[in-house]
């Protein structure tokens, strides 16, 4: 599966976004050969290649943070210094394997797998080794995945302040697959630890791997589906982000009623693709006007309020029983049933077909 995924991404055009995306695919591949290479017991062919896979597998969440950099931030260039501390991962590892790998030969190494016939003190240096690259790809893999959500909610944040439809932008999946990679990888990483001081469950070896398809088969399909976003659907980079103008209370009067007459008479929430610079362009006042009075004046962000907007003339259109649920979420302004049902329910506190199943009891009882 990670083979033919490397050979779609392979095909495709050298975009930052594939680039590291083939990078993490190739780290995935040497992750999962390494794995396969010790369960299947291929080992014992070629013992002195056990462990080989050590530092590869501490660059596993670096890969996956600069994926998502590369796919949802605004700044093309990554910082030095992330690149410096991703990179010191598989050095410490190395470190740490530099007594496992010159002073075990391959025939000791194929000794210490069993019991019987392993020597003490070299089965301490396997153990030390064991402990050292697992504590540090814990450390590394935690790390950059709490970096990737912060990225993730940032990103998510930024399309809010300019949008009123981020399904399509906001790489809603990426959250789950995050979730769910980093309890596997932090599962198999003790799993290995506690198998190389001899404890096992029995799920050993079993669970774990079809836990481990399951999450890279989800990333997979997500990643090769996932569309390459254009720079002005990322935000802005922290370069170009300007400092709010103060403005005054009477300021964010005038723009707060400019915005309420473009929605209530001129109806612009109608559009599905409105955003905050077609908006800007509607009213006469600046994007960071608008945004400073959504946020501080209204207290809202742009999607809310354009999509309040809508759900308040969903509502009036669900009273009409010969309506679909469906049509009538594309006439309000949105791109799917699934966005539309969300954004409905989180306004009402019903979902759009309980809210209509409301009017009906409501009026049932007025009859």
């Known amino acids: ?86 990179f010191s991962g598989p050095i410490l590892v190395l470190l740490a394997m530099l007594p496992f790998i010159f002073m075990i030969s391959p025939a000791e190494k194929l000794a210490l797998a069993d019991p019987s016939t392993r020597d003490p003190e070299l089965w301490q240096i396997a153990v030390f080794t064991c402990f050292f690259a697992t504590c540090v790809f814990i450390s590394f893999t935690v790390l950059f995945l709490i970096m990737a959500l912060k990225l993730h909610i940032s990103h998510r944040q930024q399309l809010m302040e300019r949008f009123s439809e981020i399904e399509q932008r906001s790489l809603g999946w990426f959250r789950t697959v995050l979730v769910i990679w980093g309890a596997v990888w932090l599962m198999y990483a003790v799993e290995f630890f506690l198998g190389a001081l001899g404890w096992f469950w029995f799920g050993s070896g079993k669970l774990l791997p079809v836990l481990e398809v399951f999450a890279l088969a989800i990333f997979i399909q997500k990643a090769l589906s996932q569309k390459v976003l254009k720079e002005s659907d990322k935000g802005l980079p922290r370069t170009n982000q300007t400092r709010a103008v103060l403005l005054s209370d009477e300021k964010m009067q005038l723009i707060a009623s400019k915005l309420e007459h473009a929605m209530k008479e001129d109806k612009l929430f109608l559009q599905d693709n409105l955003s905050l610079n077609k908006l800007s362009e509607s009213i006469s006042e600046t994007e960071n006007h608008i945004s400073e009075t959504l946020s501080q004046f209204l207290q809202t962000k742009f999607f809310q309020f354009v999509n309040g907007f809508r759900v308040e003339e969903a509502k009036q259109a669900l009273q009409d029983r010969d309506k679909l649920i469906t049509s009538i979420a594309y006439d309000v302004g949105f791109n799917s049933k699934s966005t539309f049902n969300t954004a409905f329910k989180k306004v009402v506190g019903y979902s759009p077909s309980a809210y209509r199943n409301l009017l009906l009891e409501n009026k049932q009882k007025i009859l």
Do not use: C
């Open 1 to 86: 599966m990670t083979i033919f995924a490397l050979i779609e991404v392979f095909n495709r055009p050298n975009e930052r976004q594939n680039v590291f995306l083939k990078g993490l695919l190739l780290l995935l591949l040497i992750h999962l050969a390494g794995e396969l290479f010790i369960y299947s017991g291929a080992y014992v062919y070629a013992p002195a290649l056990a462990g080989a896979q050590f530092p590869f597998r501490v660059l596993l969440g670096p890969a996956l943070y600069f994926y998502a950099h590369a796919t949802m931030s605004p700044d093309k260039a990554i910082d030095k210094r992330l690149w410096a501390l991703a």
